[in-house]
């Protein structure tokens, strides 16, 4: 293994990249016990400088990074974590922390934190009603109903949303599709499907792969 430069307080720089779109999602900081709880666990671990203490990255949020690959730069001082992120990476709710140029706020880039939080989220909390089975819940039901009952939604509110296409009003269509994508995620995490997979397929057709 190569023999990395620590400095002074023995903490390497990182950076975490979005395997699926290849975003740099964030910069922290990793000591030799953070580097080898990453390579063990298969999820991001850091040193928190202000804190002096070890984390694991979603440890409160529950924004977990699943770690695919370690890279190290050529003079063997920094790290590139190439992750799956699981919802926000920043703590100010955005995908990534690099979201303002230095004149202030990137309307553009809020907006996009906007459309891929919201869905990340959807889709973390499917998985946690997936894992915790919650009562009087309806995705609870449609889990216990099987797959073929959420099958059978999908394929209901695909037709409901060419109907609304065809002949009824934007917010109607708008409605329609947020079923269609609740349900369709549900089936997502019914099969065990991550959100990563259809991104990293949709980034393959978009480069024509």
């Known amino acids: 293994m190569i023999e990395l430069k620590y400095d002074a307080e023995g903490l390497v720089p990182v950076v975490a990249q979005d395997a699926a779109t290849g975003q740099v999602l964030m910069v922290a900081y990793m000591n030799r016990e953070a580097l080898g709880k990453t390579l063990q666990t298969g999820e991001a671990w850091y040193w928190s400088r202000s804190r002096r203490a070890l984390w694991r990255k979603g440890e409160e949020s529950g924004h977990a990074q699943t770690v695919r690959r ?116 549900l089936l997502l995490v019914d099969r065990g499907v991550e959100l990563q997979d259809v991104r990293r397929e949709l980034i393959r057709r978009r480069n024509g792969d």
Request: with cysteine; proline share 1%.
């Open 70 to 185: 370690v890279r190290v730069d050529c003079d063997a001082d920094a790290l590139l974590l190439t992750v799956d992120q699981h919802g926000a990476a920043c703590h100010t709710g955005h995908r990534s922390c690099f979201f303002r140029t230095l004149e202030g706020s990137d309307a553009a880039a809020d907006d996009e934190r906007v459309v891929t939080d919201i869905l990340d989220e959807l889709f973390e909390l499917l998985k946690r009603r997936r894992a915790e089975m919650p009562a009087r819940s309806y995705t609870t039901s449609l889990l216990r109903a099987g797959r073929t009952a959420i099958a059978d939604k999908v394929r209901e509110e695909a037709e409901e949303l060419v109907r609304a296409g065809q002949t009824e009003a934007d917010t109607r269509v708008a409605e329609e599709a947020a079923d269609l994508i609740y349900h369709a995620w």
